[in-house]
């Protein structure tokens, strides 16, 4: 895959750098904050090869790409200059603002997201190094576990200085100043003092004693009244000055202030969620485990799982466990079991192939592919993992599993399980992945469903006619490497000499797009043929394009789909050549024509393999 190619497309797609406020990455997504979501072409993202599916959630416009997403993302932000971005101003749009819980979801998410993977892999290794001691590998007094054990618990040590500059990024605020604020509170000298048996005083006025390292919600509220308070001090002080003078007046007002009053209240509210979830816990370990495993992807998909994350990392701050991650580990293998089902019951060759790699993905805590390309895409699969993640969830719970670090929840995570209930996640996880198997196996995928995967193919010959009349050229010379490269299908290209393009099969519109420079069709025996006008010019919106049909209007060879001006088009910097593309060309033999004009004749003529 070219993700070079692929970055430019999604770019333009969602409207181009003029229309991004935000973006960034997190496992398996590339997240936007749009300025108008209704100027992203999602039809089209979600057919662009690489691209899993497109979310909504949270406020964010989120494409599912995948494990390689980084990748994908790299030569975005070059393109479109984002590492810009999040110094300037924001634009408002004409969509109403936000309501307060999408805003709160968005922010955790955003704060979260940048350091996601290197916490749960720092997770994973004090896992492993607790399974070294459990079978006598290793010994913690020697310096192998020390250093290793200081490389996986320095990342959850120092939290709150990862999450001062994730958040003040999110908050407009100077990110090293709320990196300094962080550091204050975790200073050696200082924690001692706080820690220890004399009292502290700042101004005459008593220092509650308490711990910040691991800590999440103190330094989320005073990065806050940061965000309040650096604005009020940049416009009080001349730009001479500003720049020294309101780092100096933040770090003078808001460490003391963080010790005095943000801090001790923040830790308060730490305690209280930390107790409140462990005394629900208490009284219906089966049942949390039940609700927990089968509603866990549940939430994933509308974006509010990420109101848990701070949540699960404050318990493991405060009371040194979480009961939640086992039963959310259930939840994930849950998801990667039905995948296992419908790869080994389907007959659809594009559907068994992503249903291999989403397993594995799904196995190592990465269930976007699962979920969107396969068992929600199928809706019985999907259904059949919530019903096993339920039952195995209860198990974990009831057990009384629990995680002593923070990782993605996944079969990497099962060393920080160990101890108390581990057994009964190890359980779970089997219950969940062997039934949610078997269930989608049997009843999850199908021969209604296996045909709504996988189209029905001709047994003769079937003649593919000319959507417009115009000169052909080799579909390899086009100046779009998708297109070129084959990757959308096997087809032809014409350089048109009319403005107007009609239907080369006789079936069903299957797709039509807002910018209406592209039709989907499938013929009535289930030829898939896409039919695109011109290169880049998605980014014209529609401007120059008249369509004449609508999705799931039925057509025959010859009628009219769309008009465009060729001219106009020309004139403003666009290529022009028309595209046909057979997209499940694997399936077919091809046979071109010789001829270079296109007048009324048939280009292509296609039979099963």
């Known amino acids: 895959m070219n993700y070079e190619t692929l970055a430019k497309d999604i770019l333009g797609l969602v409207g181009g750098k003029a229309n991004i406020n935000e973006a960034w990455h997190c496992a ?71 309501n307060i819980v999408n805003r709160f979801i968005s922010f955790i998410s955003s704060v979260f997201t940048p350091f996601l993977g290197a916490m749960a892999g720092t997770g994973v290794l004090k896992g492993l190094l607790a399974l070294l001691v459990a079978i006598g590998w290793l010994d913690k007094t020697s310096g192998t576990y020390q250093i290793w054990y200081a490389a996986g618990d320095a990342f959850f040590f120092f939290l709150p200085i990862w999450l001062a500059f994730t958040a003040a990024k999110q908050l407009k605020v100077n990110q090293y100043v709320a990196g300094a604020l962080a550091g204050a509170l975790l200073y050696p000298s200082l924690a001692t003092v706080l820690t220890g048996t004399k009292p502290l005083d700042f101004l005459g006025i008593r220092v509650i004693g308490t711990t910040y390292s691991s800590s ?90 990420w109101t848990f994350v701070p949540v699960m990392t404050n318990n493991i701050g405060q009371l040194g466990h979480d009961y939640m991650l086992p039963m959310l580990s259930v939840a994930v293998l849950s998801q990667a079991g039905a995948t296992l089902g419908v790869f080994l019951k389907t007959k659809d060759k594009k559907m068994k192939a992503l249903a291999g790699s989403a397993v594995l993905t799904g196995i190592l805590g990465i269930t976007e592919p699962a979920i969107y390309g396969v068992t929600l895409k199928l809706k019985k699969p999907f259904i059949f993992a919530t019903i096993a993640g339920g039952i195995g969830g209860a198990i974990a719970g009831g057990g009384g599993a629990q995680a002593s670090a923070f990782t993605l929840p996944s079969l ?55 959507p417009v009349s115009g000169t052909i050229v080799p579909l390899s010379t086009v100046k779009d490497e998708v297109f070129a490269s084959g990757a959308m299908g096997r087809g032809i290209a014409i350089v048109p000499e009319a403005n107007t393009l009609v239907s080369p099969i006789k079936g069903k519109v299957v797709a039509v797009y807002p910018s209406k420079h592209a039709i989907g069709l499938i013929s009535d025996d289930g030829l898939e043929i896409l039919l695109h006008v011109g290169i880049d010019t998605v980014q014209l919106n529609g ?39 057979i997209t499940n060309a694997e399936n077919y033999n091809i046979r071109e024509t ?9 280009l292509l003529a296609v039979a099963p393999q």
Do not use: C
């Open 28 to 98: 398996t997504r590339l997240r936007f904050k749009l300025k108008d979501e209704n100027k992203a072409q999602t039809a089209e993202i979600e057919a662009l090869p690489g691209v899993v599916t497109v979310v909504k959630s949270a406020g964010q416009y989120q494409v599912v790409i995948g494990n390689s997403v980084a990748k994908v993302f790299e030569p975005l932000a070059a393109a479109a200059g984002l590492e810009h971005l999040d110094n300037q101003t924001h634009v408002p749009s004409d969509k109403p603002k936000e």
């Open 594 to 602: 010789e001829d270079t004009a296109t007048n009324g004749n048939w």
């Open 412 to 466: 990497l995570a099962l060393p920080t399980y160990l101890g108390k209930g581990f057994m009964s996640v190890v359980v779970g996880i089997i219950v969940a992945f062997v039934l949610a198997a078997v269930l989608t196996y049997w009843f999850g995928v199908p021969s209604a469903s296996l045909e709504k995967t996988t189209q029905k193919v001709s047994s003769v010959e079937e003649e593919v006619m000319a």
């Open 543 to 581: 401007e120059h394009f008249e369509q004449f049909v609508k999705q799931d209007q039925q057509v025959d060879v010859g009628d009219k789909l769309l008009v465009f001006d060729r001219e106009a088009i020309q004139s403003a910097g666009y290529d022009i050549t028309v595209m046909m593309i």
């Open 216 to 305: 999440v919600i103190p330094i989320l509220l005073a990065v806050w009244l940061l965000s309040y308070l650096q604005p009020a001090l940049d416009r009080a002080f001349h730009e001479s000055i500003r720049n020294i003078l309101t780092p100096l007046v933040s770090l003078l007002i808001m460490v003391p202030l963080t010790l005095l009053v943000v801090g001790p209240l923040g830790t308060s509210v730490g305690t209280v969620l930390s107790s409140g979830v462990e005394s629900i816990y208490n009284v219906a370990p089966y049942v949390a485990g039940a609700v927990m495993g089968a509603m866990w992807q549940v939430f994933v998909i509308f974006g509010v799982h």
